[in-house]
């Protein structure tokens, strides 16, 4: 069974930096393309970035490209999020996925950023 | 960036009735469409792909179809569990972009 547990969301004040991880199981890790997805509490849903199987190639939102680092560690089956200078509109629940033929096919629980002073 | 128009914004109806959700592309996807489900407090599911295919464990009670660019999601037979919010996604160029989302409520 396909699990994803995403951690490290919490309150993070504006201007900071946060890490967050996805612990995968149930597949094979590094034979998937990964990505990040987020939620804002008004519900809306924005792609924030890809990841290929080995880690050598990274397709960010244009708009998140500047401060968003997607990375991964096969060996550890983690998917990474490192956030720089976060903003308060970075607040929301975020979801790492497995794509499976380009498809966000399977979905972690989340990991809610709350930023604020 | 690809500008995807979702409607209704809102929708509600009785179990057994058939509904429909459009998703209109301000230009050509292809059929780089999915569409998903969210239920209450839980995460996104992936109901259909490449338009009008079904995902693994889904009910044939959904189904996708394409028009042009426009872009339907029709669940017939509604039962309560299909309560939730339904987002249709394109994956045709970056930044891939989601509908604003439906939320569908059974009566």
């Known amino acids: 069974e396909v699990q994803l547990v995403e951690s490290g969301g919490g309150l993070v004040q504006p201007g900071a930096s946060l890490k967050l991880s996805c612990v995968a199981s149930?597949?094979?890790?590094?034979?998937?393309?990964m990505s990040w997805v987020r939620q804002t509490p008004g519900k809306t849903m924005e792609w924030i970035g890809d990841i290929k199987y080995d880690g050598s190639y990274t397709n960010y939102a244009p708009s998140l490209k500047n401060r968003f680092t997607i990375s991964r560690d096969n060996a550890k089956s983690t998917l990474y999020l490192q956030m720089s200078n976060v903003r308060s509109e970075d607040t929301a629940t975020y979801y790492c996925t497995l794509n499976n033929y380009g498809w966000f096919a399977y979905w972690g629980q989340g990991t809610l950023v709350t930023v604020s002073s | 960036d690809i500008q995807m128009t979702q409607s209704p914004a809102s929708l509600s109806a009785s179990p057994e009735e058939i509904v429909t959700i459009t998703c209109q592309a301000s230009?050509?996807?292809?059929?780089?469409l999915a569409w998903y489900q969210q239920k209450p407090g839980k995460s996104p599911q992936l109901l259909i792909y490449?338009?009008?295919s079904l995902a693994d464990g889904i009910p044939s009670r959904f189904s996708g179809s394409r028009s042009g660019t426009q872009y339907s999601l029709k669940i017939s037979r509604l039962q309560v569990e299909d309560t939730g919010i339904y987002y249709c996604l394109q994956r045709y160029s970056n930044p891939y972009t989601f509908g604003a989302g439906t939320k569908l409520e059974l009566k």
């Open positions: 230009q050509d996807i292809g059929n780089w």
């Open positions: 490449s338009a009008t």
């Open positions: 149930g597949f094979t890790f590094s034979d998937y393309w």
